[in-house]
């Protein structure tokens, strides 16, 4: 079964210079926030601004990106000392619902 929150294979949390650059590279903002357990805007928020994650949102950043909390503290105290605008979201495929006209 397909795990839509699994991080991508390839990622490497040390690859990136910002916690923002990392939760964009997880995929829809939509489903990290979920996952963490916040809306989609407070998640903008909190890429904006690191400092304003809690602890129990850290982790679960980290439990996504499957590194850990201390990697996390640092992409987030290093975007801190360095602020830097957010990478715009992602626009992808629309998500078509129940019930919905066909097209043709």
């Known amino acids: 079964m397909l795990d839509l929150f699994a991080a991508p294979a390839m990622l490497k949390p040390s690859s990136y ?3 923002a650059e990392l939760i964009h590279a997880l995929g829809m903002r939509s489903d990290t926030a979920k996952h963490i357990g916040i809306s989609h805007n407070t998640l903008n928020v909190r890429m904006s601004k690191p400092g304003t994650f809690t602890l129990d949102e850290l982790v679960k950043v980290a439990e996504l990106a499957k590194s850990d909390l201390l990697t996390m503290t640092k992409l987030a105290q290093k975007q801190m000392d360095n602020p830097v605008e957010p990478p715009a979201p992602a626009l992808g495929r ?3 619902k129940k019930n919905q006209p066909d097209a043709s």
Do not use: Q
Request: aromatic share 16%; glycine share 0%; hydrophobic share 35%.
């Open 94 to 96: 629309p998500r078509f």
């Open 17 to 19: 210079n910002t916690l």
